[in-house]
T-cell receptor, first 113, second 113 residues
Framework: DVKVTQSSRYLVKRTGEKVFLECVQD?????MFWYRQDPGLGLRLIYF???????EKGDIPEGYSVSREKKERFSLILESASTNQTSMYLC????????????FGSGTQLSVL | GENVEQHPSTLSVQEGDSAVIKCTYS??????FPWYKQELGKRPQLIID?????GEKKDQRIAVTLNKTAKHFSLHITETQPEDSAVYFC????????????FGSGTQLTVLP
């Protein structure tokens, strides 16, 4: 089975802190994604990457950046955390194009105080 | 970009009854429509998908129908069971993208015993 592992299940940070969310997948997938999940808003794409060192903005990239130095690892960075970034963050990976399913991590619930 | 609207946001049914969740999309060129199920506290998982060259696909108690003319697709769950209780998300490709999906806002399905 594909494993998509997120480094933290719960995280509490202070406003203004720099926050790193890490995601690792073990199936050599080209594509990796960061979504944010909020009640009533579904899953909104923050950034995605289809290759090492490649990144593309999703629907809500403001306040976030990403890093993909190795194929298996995709990091989401909050340069200066704000309270409106309190949310559930889900990482996902997939192979090839849209006809391949997304494999999600178990999520990181981030609280910014 | 693609806009996906999902209804209803909440749905309660008696065990054994059927449940139907509907999604509409805006891009007539969209050709792939997956459905994801997220149980409480767990990660979203693909349960069924349909491509635009077919009008219906079934897998045991779940089915998806696609009406390309009207630009909507629906998830049908028959003989519902308590373990069907979850949040269901539909998705469609982002216009012009071969790898990105945009998700609906989700439907909380509750199956009452």
């Amino acid at each position: 089975d594909v494993k998509v592992t997120q480094s933290s299940r719960y995280l509490v940070k202070r406003t203004g802190e720099k926050v790193f969310l890490e995601c690792v997948q073990d199936m050599d997938h080209e594509n990796m994604f960061w979504y944010r999940q909020d009640p009533g808003l579904g899953l909104r794409l923050i950034y995605f990457s289809y290759d090492v060192k490649m990144k593309e903005k999703g629907d809500i990239p403001e306040g976030y950046s990403v890093s993909r130095e190795k194929k298996e690892r995709f990091s989401l960075i909050l340069e200066s955390a704000s309270t409106n970034q309190t949310s559930m963050y889900l990482c996902a990976s997939s192979h090839g194009t849209l006809n391949e399913k997304l494999f999600f991590g178990s999520g990181t619930q981030l609280s910014v105080l | 970009g693609e806009n996906v609207e999902q209804h209803p946001s909440t749905l309660s049914v008696q065990e054994g009854d059927s449940a139907v969740i509907k999604c509409t999309y805006s891009d007539s060129a969209s050709n792939y429509f997956p459905w994801y199920k997220q149980e409480l506290g767990k990660r979203p998982q693909l349960i069924i998908d349909i491509r635009s060259n077919v009008g219906e696909k079934k897998d045991q108690r779940i089915a998806v129908t696609l009406n390309k003319t009207a630009k909507h697709f629906s998830l049908h769950i028959t003989e519902t069971q308590p373990e069907d209780s979850a949040v269901y998300f539909c998705a469609a490709p982002v216009s012009g993208s071969a790898r990105q999906l945009t998700f609906g806002s989700g439907t909380q399905l509750t199956v009452l015993p």
